[in-house]
């Protein structure tokens, strides 16, 4: 067996890799960036090594200096986790040569899956289904047009090389094939320096379903049954789950049957991941083999209390299916679902966000709750890197029992520091076509406005929980105050406003969004009138706790989840959260006539691209810079039409977060 692996990757997947190992009693071996230093993947690894700089092309893509701290520390093994070179065939060759153990599929394997078009052609001798098509390596236009009349319209355009929805086109007629063609050629160019591409039928209204298989070294491939992860936004997974509620019985045999198939036709060793598409009638095809451990593989741990860790380890070290998972088929108990927390702001096209957690909690995990995560308090989410900050998972007996536990542990959920999705994630799990599970991989993009975070006033009732919680602490901070001083009955310490001849009176104000709230309080110790915008509320009772607020309000008894968070309170309803921020009423309000005056840098990044020169005239969103940040490119728009007056940084410069990059001549 094993007994010391590195980990040739970063952030949860390290530390999930790591839990299994020291359940295992293998000793770990972290390999870090610059930027991953203090990481807790280094932290709760048993030691770490050192690989470069902060960019992964510095660091997490350098096969060679990972094989060399491998050999420097004494590991045996290197486990690629997702990403970065899990799916490097080279890298693997290179593993296995240096005499190391490589925990996953072989590099001929790899190979096989390498070429989207030559494994659909693989696929199809194999007798796997598969999306009627052309796959041919002749590419040229006229020929492709006629291709594109044979397979039948509607049909999608798809790089052949590359994948994460790049170089992707769906085409509606045959009129629209020549532009869209070019389009695709161009981005996969851009994307993967090859602008080869196949034609395929397109399933309207699709599901994304596929199945986990492993296979060892004496030739047995098994599946552990199915995971949905139809919900999708721009061809990124967001909800996952097993089991699928739309698969039968006899779907789930037949497509369990298929990937097996798939496995064997390329001679599959450890952990991999058959994807189909599949109609709304139950036809099913082949889409790819991911031939790695896949980001959503708890949700399969869950359901069949399998570790795909240790089966992975284990196979590794030549151990056999037959006496790994001697019970076919795998039996599966419950419904278990996956989302992911990411630090981006779904209101601003999900930018993704960096910064330092100021603030994170995440719920108490047990048998049902299960939580991965590469961070805690306190750590920063880098720029340099997927901005995961966790993956929640569920399970419970059944669907619907799951997805209340995930609204549930969703609620418990906060961030502060960077934006993060938790709002948007609350609200899709109580969309009705996510609860009805008629959800299909373009919804999302079709209908992503439904389940947007909402606007609007904020709710009486919340409003007056936030503000009886903030008077209370007010209250509960000058008293202990007034404790530690040399009178501790002085009047002069009871925070209720009062001045001599008027009635006692505060000032709140709070912002929601970029909404000032000022609110007038009159009393003291729970019983409050506040005045707000005109409309009056009366409150009675009000007692907090360190997570909540209850109160009368006229004549109904409300409570309220309200936490305290660095300069503001967070309120949720048991359906939404509302964040506001506390402000001093008499603080200083710089003029907003400047803020159409400059365009700043929305994260730390660096600028790829600058599209206008001083003194030029521009209009409103007129494209100004390109950055490039969190492995996206994120176009800079000109605010209001007007003269460039400054350009403060050029292209191949890194930016801090808010840094003044265009200014505007004054209007």
């Given at each position: ?66 094989i060399e701290a491998a050999l420097a520390t004494g590991a045996q093994a290197i486990h690629p986790g997702f990403g970065f070179l899990s799916e490097n065939a080279d890298f693997a060759d290179a593993v296995v040569q240096a005499g190391l153990v490589w925990v996953g599929p072989s590099a001929a394997s790899m190979r096989k899956m390498g070429s989207k078009a030559g494994a659909k052609n693989l696929m199809s001798a194999a007798g796997v289904p598969v999306v009627p098509g052309y796959t041919g390596e002749d590419q040229d236009p006229a020929l492709l047009a006629r291709e594109a009349e044979r397979v039948g319209f509607p049909l999608m355009i798809k790089a052949a090389h590359g994948g994460g929805g790049k170089g992707m086109r769906v085409v509606h007629a045959a009129t629209e094939f020549q532009a869209a063609l070019e389009s695709c050629q161009r981005e996969a160019r851009g994307a993967f320096g090859k602008d080869r591409v196949l034609l395929e039928r397109y399933v309207e209204r699709p599901r994304h379903i596929e199945i986990q298989i492993f296979g060892d070294h004496a030739g047995e491939v098994i599946h552990l049954n199915e ?441």
């Open positions: 067996m094993i007994t010391k692996l590195l980990i040739a990757n970063r952030g949860e997947i390290a530390c999930r890799i790591q839990r299994t190992c020291r359940h295992l009693g293998i000793a770990t071996v972290a390999v870090y960036s610059d930027a991953d230093a203090r990481a807790q993947h280094v932290r709760l690894a048993d030691e770490g090594r050192w690989i470069g700089g902060s960019a992964p092309t510095d660091s997490y893509l350098r096969g060679d200096r990972i995971r949905e992860c139809s919900a999708q936004r721009r061809y990124q997974k967001v909800i996952e789950e097993s089991p699928s509620p739309f698969v039968t019985p006899e779907l789930r045999a037949a497509m369990g049957a298929a990937a097996v198939q798939a496995g064997k036709a390329i001679d599959y060793a450890n952990a991999g991941t058959v994807e189909f598409i599949v109609g709304p009638a139950g036809d099913f095809y082949f889409m790819e083999i991911n031939t790695r451990l896949q980001v959503e593989h708890p949700v399969t741990e869950m359901v069949t209390g399998l570790d795909l860790v240790e089966l992975q380890l284990q196979i590794a070290a030549g151990s056999k299916l037959a006496d790994l998972v001697p019970v076919r088929p795998v039996p599966t108990h419950g419904h278990a679902i996956e989302v992911r927390l990411y630090a981006e702001d779904p209101e601003q096209g999900f930018l993704p966000g960096s910064g330092k957690l100021e603030l994170l909690q995440l719920p108490q995990t047990d048998a049902r709750v299960r939580i991965d995560s590469g961070v805690i308090e306190g750590d920063t989410v880098s720029v340099h890197y997927d901005p995961m900050i966790a993956k929640l998972i569920v399970h419970e007996a059944d669907r619907g029992e799951a997805l209340a536990l995930l609204r549930e542990a969703l609620a418990q959920s906060v961030v502060v520091g960077p934006k993060s999705n938790i709002d948007f994630l609350e609200r899709l799990s109580r969309h009705p076509a996510v609860v009805e599970a008629s959800i299909d991989t373009g919804y999302l993009d079709r209908h992503l406005a439904e389940v947007m975070p909402a606007a609007g006033d904020v709710p009486a009732d919340v409003l007056a929980a936030i503000c009886a919680r903030a008077l209370l602490d007010e209250e509960a901070a000058a008293a202990a105050s007034a404790r530690t001083g040399t009178d501790p009955h002085t009047p002069w310490a009871i925070a209720d406003g009062w001045r001599h001849g008027h009635p006692g009176k505060r000032l709140k104000h709070f912002l929601h969004r970029d909404q000032l709230i000022e609110v007038s309080v009159h009393g003291h110790d729970g019983s409050y009138t506040l005045d707000v915008g005109g409309q009056r509320l009366e409150l009675r009772g009000a007692r907090s706790s360190a997570d909540s607020v209850d109160f009368l309000i006229g004549q109904r008894a409300t409570r309220l989840r309200v936490l305290a968070l660095p300069g503001g309170y967070l309120a949720h309803n048991g359906e939404r959260r509302w964040v506001l921020g506390l402000r001093h009423p008499f603080a200083y309000e710089a003029s907003a006539a400047s803020a159409g005056d400059v365009v700043r840098s929305p994260m730390p990044g660096r600028i790829v691209a600058v599209r206008v020169e001083p003194d030029a005239e521009v209009v409103e969103g007129q494209e100004l810079m390109v950055m490039e940040a969190m492995k996206m490119e994120i176009t800079l728009k000109a605010p209001r039409a007007g003269t460039i007056a400054e350009i403060r940084a050029s292209a191949g410069e890194f930016v801090e977060a808010d840094m003044v990059l265009v200014k505007l001549a004054s209007a």
